[in-house]
Protein backbone atom coordinates (compact mmCIF):
# COMPACT_ATOMS: atom_id res chain seq x y z
CA UNK A 1 0.00 0.00 0.00
CA UNK A 2 1.11 3.69 -1.17
CA UNK A 3 0.88 6.50 1.12
CA UNK A 4 1.09 10.45 0.08
CA UNK A 5 1.09 12.82 2.66
CA UNK A 6 1.16 16.76 2.11
CA UNK A 7 2.28 19.46 4.40
CA UNK A 8 3.18 23.07 4.44
CA UNK A 9 -0.41 24.92 3.60
CA UNK A 10 -1.60 27.50 5.43
CA UNK A 11 -2.88 31.42 5.68
CA UNK A 12 -0.67 33.73 3.57
CA UNK A 13 -0.56 37.46 2.18
CA UNK A 14 -1.06 38.48 -1.67
CA UNK A 15 2.42 38.40 -3.05
CA UNK A 16 3.87 35.81 -0.23
CA UNK A 17 5.20 32.38 -0.82
CA UNK A 18 4.78 28.90 0.35
CA UNK A 19 6.35 25.66 0.18
CA UNK A 20 4.03 22.60 -0.11
CA UNK A 21 6.06 19.04 0.42
CA UNK A 22 4.19 15.40 -0.39
CA UNK A 23 5.96 12.42 0.82
CA UNK A 24 5.41 9.20 -0.41
CA UNK A 25 5.60 5.90 1.64
CA UNK A 26 5.04 2.36 1.14
CA UNK A 27 5.97 -0.29 -0.94
CA UNK A 28 7.41 1.95 -4.32
CA UNK A 29 9.38 0.72 -6.55
CA UNK A 30 9.41 3.66 -8.20
CA UNK A 31 7.38 6.53 -9.50
CA UNK A 32 6.18 7.95 -13.12
CA UNK A 33 5.13 11.27 -12.21
CA UNK A 34 4.48 12.94 -8.84
CA UNK A 35 2.76 16.50 -8.81
CA UNK A 36 -0.39 18.82 -7.41
CA UNK A 37 -3.86 20.02 -8.26
CA UNK A 38 -6.05 21.75 -6.19
CA UNK A 39 -9.76 22.80 -5.86
CA UNK A 40 -11.38 25.73 -5.41
CA UNK A 41 -14.75 26.21 -3.60
CA UNK A 42 -17.38 25.50 -6.04
CA UNK A 43 -14.76 24.64 -8.98
CA UNK A 44 -13.57 21.33 -10.74
CA UNK A 45 -10.27 19.79 -9.42
CA UNK A 46 -7.41 21.23 -11.73
CA UNK A 47 -3.41 20.72 -12.39
CA UNK A 48 -0.97 22.65 -10.83
CA UNK A 49 1.65 21.16 -11.66
CA UNK A 50 3.01 18.19 -12.69
CA UNK A 51 7.02 16.23 -12.56
CA UNK A 52 7.12 13.31 -14.91
CA UNK A 53 9.93 11.17 -15.31
CA UNK A 54 12.70 12.13 -17.37
CA UNK A 55 12.67 15.52 -15.98
CA UNK A 56 9.68 17.12 -17.55
CA UNK A 57 7.83 19.61 -15.37
CA UNK A 58 4.10 20.80 -16.98
CA UNK A 59 2.22 23.91 -15.24
CA UNK A 60 -0.98 25.37 -15.44
CA UNK A 61 -1.01 28.44 -17.32
CA UNK A 62 -2.32 30.27 -14.08
CA UNK A 63 1.12 29.57 -12.01
CA UNK A 64 3.80 29.94 -14.98
CA UNK A 65 6.35 31.67 -13.56
CA UNK A 66 5.16 31.80 -9.85
CA UNK A 67 4.87 28.51 -8.66
CA UNK A 68 8.00 25.68 -9.20
CA UNK A 69 8.26 21.91 -8.56
CA UNK A 70 10.91 19.71 -7.54
CA UNK A 71 10.70 16.18 -7.12
CA UNK A 72 13.60 13.92 -4.63
CA UNK A 73 14.18 10.55 -5.59
CA UNK A 74 15.87 9.81 -3.10
CA UNK A 75 13.00 10.51 -0.59
CA UNK A 76 10.15 10.02 -2.89
CA UNK A 77 9.07 13.23 -2.25
CA UNK A 78 7.96 16.39 -4.31
CA UNK A 79 7.53 20.40 -3.58
CA UNK A 80 5.72 23.41 -4.60
CA UNK A 81 7.83 26.30 -4.44
CA UNK A 82 4.93 28.92 -4.61
CA UNK A 83 5.60 32.66 -5.25
CA UNK A 84 3.83 35.89 -5.64
CA UNK A 85 0.43 34.25 -4.53
CA UNK A 86 -2.73 35.21 -5.53
CA UNK A 87 -6.30 35.25 -3.61
CA UNK A 88 -7.12 33.29 -6.81
CA UNK A 89 -4.68 30.40 -5.88
CA UNK A 90 -6.83 29.63 -2.40
CA UNK A 91 -7.43 26.17 -2.71
CA UNK A 92 -7.48 22.69 -1.53
CA UNK A 93 -4.10 21.72 -3.05
CA UNK A 94 -3.71 17.86 -3.36
CA UNK A 95 -0.57 15.66 -4.07
CA UNK A 96 -1.18 13.20 -6.84
CA UNK A 97 1.12 10.08 -7.87
CA UNK A 98 1.65 7.29 -10.77
CA UNK A 99 3.35 4.86 -8.76
CA UNK A 100 4.80 1.15 -9.51
CA UNK A 101 4.16 -1.24 -6.86
CA UNK A 102 5.69 -4.33 -8.63
CA UNK A 103 7.09 -4.54 -11.88
CA UNK A 104 3.56 -5.16 -13.10
CA UNK A 105 1.37 -2.58 -11.58
CA UNK A 106 1.00 0.96 -11.23
CA UNK A 107 -1.84 2.88 -9.95
CA UNK A 108 -2.78 6.38 -9.04
CA UNK A 109 -2.70 7.75 -5.27
CA UNK A 110 -3.88 10.98 -3.89
CA UNK A 111 -2.80 12.69 -0.72
CA UNK A 112 -5.42 13.97 2.01
CA UNK A 113 -5.04 18.01 0.55
CA UNK A 114 -3.84 20.54 2.42
CA UNK A 115 -5.52 24.09 2.53
CA UNK A 116 -3.85 27.02 0.92
CA UNK A 117 -5.51 30.48 1.62
CA UNK A 118 -4.36 33.89 0.56
CA UNK A 119 -5.69 36.95 1.63
CA UNK A 120 -6.02 40.29 0.17
Known amino acids: QVQLVESGGGLVQAGGSLRLSCVAS????????MGWYRQAPGKPRELVAM???????NYADSVKGRFTISIDHTKNTVYLQMSSLKPEDTAVYYC??????????????WGQGTQVSVSS
Open 96 to 109: NANILTSWVSRNDY
Open 26 to 33: GSIVGINQ
Open 51 to 57: SISGGIR
